[in-house]
């Protein structure tokens, strides 16, 4: 019988986290994949968000959206004392060819876009112009919010 020194590393197995890394990104690839339609023409469900900036003045509020690639005609505006609402549709231009591969990164389908404003306004003056693919809003304050004071209790 021969004695052998025992060494506990020489069993363990050296572990590399690469290749397990490869196969969560096969499995999360895989899992975009399923939700996302392989076909652009089928992303007509998609929703996409339009981009706001919002000016505050002492007398109104100036809003601008942008709705690139939008008529007037497919926009819905609706401001109420405490909001805007926005809501259209992006109706898809995509041809198929034959033999080609057409690929589209625009998003189409319906939106909609609700923003809360910071003051309470006068929503039967709201003055509206739309062009470049930008809808710019001015909407005056409520008489009431105008000169508003808020006095400030400190401790």
């Known amino acids: 019988m021969t004695l052998v020194r025992w060494n506990p590393l020489r069993e363990m197995e050296r572990w590399e986290p690469f290749p397990e890394m490869s196969i969560i990104r096969q499995q999360m690839d895989r899992l975009f994949e399923q939700l996302l339609p392989p076909d652009a023409s089928e992303a007509v469900g998609l929703t996409f968000v339009p981009p706001a900036e919002i000016a505050e003045t002492d007398t109104d509020l100036k809003l601008k959206i942008e709705l690139p690639g939008l008529e007037a005609k497919d926009l ?18 995509i041809t198929k060819e034959e033999g ?3 690929r589209s990164e625009f998003r189409y389908g319906k939106f909609q876009r609700v923003i809360a404003l910071p003051a309470v306004v006068d929503n039967e003056k709201v003055a509206a112009e739309y062009k470049d693919g930008i809808l710019r809003l001015t909407i005056p304050k409520a008489e009431s919010q105008k000169h508003r004071s808020v006095k400030v209790r400190l401790g």
């Open 76 to 93: 819905n505006v609706e401001v109420t004392p405490e909001s805007v609402s926005i809501s259209g549709e992006r109706k898809s231009e």
């Open 100 to 102: 080609g591969i057409t």
